[in-house]
């Protein structure tokens, strides 16, 4: 299968700060792929390097089996961090004018763009100004204006931001309804939980550098299953003195564990059963979070 993006080698500097360090990796067609990483990690300036807004140092960028050029970003939808919608253009207009310029022909573009402002619980706003919607509604018109030309090529930044688990939901099985007519889907986040229900492939950033890259099954599978996921009610300030614990991440009524290696759960089973109600205990692969947490955590400002 061909790859829909292919970076190599490549860094990004302003002045002495290096904002991108030696990044490569490669999706292929038809993906879902997470660029992960923390806030200020450089994934924004590699979307910026991709979309030819700002031009790399050194290395190469290859979008859909070429460089890129103005004819090509017509195959793209690009959802920037910073949005970018006319405040005082009502929202059916500015969707119209938006989609003839990725090159729908009028009729196409109404009927586009009602399919879109129905789908997204949008219609009854149409006649109001941009700066009038709220900003879930400003989210869902620059997605809808993303996405109404039907690229090949979706690149989203931090696509979920401020938005509710309904809105969310629905940004998410369109993203899977893209895919499965053929599109590929990048998109950037520090939320893992969202990562874990859709990405296929994930790249993992810190400080400028990929640390991680790869399947997300393959690697999940790779830290084994020794993490414990406890739902309990009770005090469990004791289940820290485990000597067999390699990490824990209490969130008040739930805890995920990871063991050391060879350590066998049982023991850990015996401990809690005693002490705690237990709601749950299941030993499973570590969650995505927890990964982030283990490569990430603490390493940067």
């Known amino acids: 299968m061909a790859n829909a ?3 190599e080698d ?10 991108v360090k030696h990044l490569s990796f490669a999706i292929p067609e038809r993906a879902i792929y997470g660029l992960l990483g923390p806030n200020g990690a ?4 590699t979307i910026r390097m991709v979309m030819n807004i700002i031009i790399p140092d050194s290395g190469r960028i290859e979008v859909l089996g070429r460089g890129m050029d103005e004819e090509m970003k017509q195959s793209i939808g690009y959802l920037p961090e910073d949005r970018g919608l006319y405040p005082k253009m009502r929202l059916g207009e500015q969707l119209l004018f ?6 729908l022909r009028p009729p196409q573009a109404r009927k586009t763009v009602d399919h879109w402002l129905e789908r997204f619980d949008l219609a009854e706003w149409r006649s109001k100004k941009t700066e009038e919607l709220s900003r879930g509604m400003q989210q ?3 997605f809808i204006a993303t996405i109404m030309h039907d690229p090949r090529l979706v690149i989203l930044d931090e696509p979920f931001s401020g938005l509710d688990p309904v809105n969310t939901k629905l940004f998410k099985d369109v993203m899977l309804e893209m895919r499965g007519r053929g ?3 990048i998109f950037s986040t520090h939320r893992m939980e969202q990562v874990e229900m859709i990405c296929d492939n994930i790249c993992l950033i810190n400080k400028a550098e990929k640390v991680l890259e790869g399947g997300l099954k393959e690697i999940k599978q790779q830290y084994g299953k020794n993490t414990v996921v406890l739902d309990y009610e009770g005090d469990a300030g004791f289940v820290r003195d485990f000597p067999g614990i390699a990490r824990l991440d209490d969130y008040g009524r739930t805890m ?4 050391k290696e060879q350590v066998d759960p049982q023991e850990l089973l015996k401990l809690v059963a005693g002490r705690l109600r237990v709601g749950r205990f299941e030993v499973k692969e570590p969650t995505l979070n927890a990964i982030f947490i283990d490569k990430v955590g603490g390493s940067h400002a």
């Open 98 to 103: 938006l989609a003839t310029l990725k090159g």
């Open 42 to 45: 450089g994934k924004t300036t």
């Open 5 to 7: 993006l292919t970076i």
């Open 10 to 19: 490549v860094s990004k500097r302003f002045g002495s700060f290096y904002a």
């Open 183 to 185: 599109a590929t889907i």
């Open 140 to 142: 869902k018109a620059q």
């Open 256 to 259: 995920e564990i990871q063991l």
